[in-house]
């Protein structure tokens, strides 16, 4: 997990693996009315995935309040590439891309999670932010892992005990 930097933009980069194929964690991203039952960090989103489409995304970064933004997708090619960005005052001030990348691997998905920020203000953010950025990134991408750890676990109604019998819901 890196960064990259340069005059006008920095870049956070997380990267998780993930124990299920590119499809299952496709659609746990673009499940928006689930965010906040499993996702500790963007608790919730609303709109439709769809190129130029606006959301309205409301995080709350590990230790501060919730912040809502209100950003326009700008990637969007299912099971592959999904992206929001948001601009505070205009681009030239703050802006931030959000980027999910999968990339199919024999054990699953590795999940490739960042944001570009660009703008005036960036490097106060980069002193003030970044780091706290990180970690709700971090925990969202095991917050995900469980998931789908969870969600291709077995159900307990198909689940026996050692004598035979159903597992009790």
Same mark, same amino acid.
Request: charged content about 20%; proline content about 8%; hydrophobic content about 45%.
């Given at each position: 997990?890196?960064?990259?930097?340069?005059? %006008?933009?920095?870049?956070?980069?997380?990267?998780?693996?993930?124990?299920?194929?590119?499809?299952?964690?496709?659609?746990?991203?673009?499940?928006? !009315? %689930?965010?906040?039952?499993?996702?500790?960090?963007?608790?919730?989103?609303?709109?439709?995935?769809?190129?130029?489409?606006?959301? &309205?995304? &409301?995080?709350?970064? !590990?230790?501060?309040?919730?912040? &809502?933004?209100? !950003?326009?997708?700008?990637?969007?090619? !299912?099971?592959?590439?999904?992206?929001?960005? %948001?601009?505070?005052?205009?681009?030239?001030?703050?802006?931030?891309?959000?980027?999910?990348?999968?990339?199919?691997?024999?054990?699953? &998905?590795?999940?490739?999670?960042?944001?570009?920020?660009?703008?005036?203000?960036?490097?106060?953010?980069?002193?003030?932010?970044? %780091?706290?950025?990180?970690?709700?990134?971090?925990?969202?991408?095991?917050?995900?892992?469980?998931?789908?750890?969870?969600?291709?676990?077995?159900?307990?109604?198909?689940?026996?005990?050692?004598?035979?019998?159903?597992?009790?819901?």
């Amino acid at each position: 997990m890196g960064g990259r930097e340069g005059a %006008a933009m920095i870049e956070l980069l997380t990267e998780q693996e993930l124990a299920a194929p590119p499809s299952t964690v496709w659609r746990a991203l673009m499940d928006f !009315p %689930a965010y906040g039952a499993w996702n500790g960090y963007v608790r919730r989103i609303e709109g439709t995935a769809e190129l130029g489409g606006r959301l &309205t995304v &409301t995080v709350a970064p !590990p230790g501060g309040p919730p912040r &809502t933004f209100h !950003p326009v997708v700008t990637r969007l090619a !299912p099971e592959k590439t999904f992206a929001w960005r %948001a601009v505070i005052g205009t681009a030239a001030i703050f802006a931030g891309e959000h980027i999910f990348e999968l990339d199919a691997t024999p054990a699953g &998905t590795r999940l490739i999670h960042r944001e570009e920020f660009s703008g005036l203000i960036t490097p106060l953010h980069r002193r003030l932010r970044l %780091a706290v950025t990180r970690l709700g990134f971090e925990a969202m991408n095991a917050d995900l892992a469980r998931l789908l750890l969870h969600d291709q676990a077995p159900r307990p109604s198909r689940l026996r005990d050692a004598l035979g019998s159903a597992a009790v819901e």
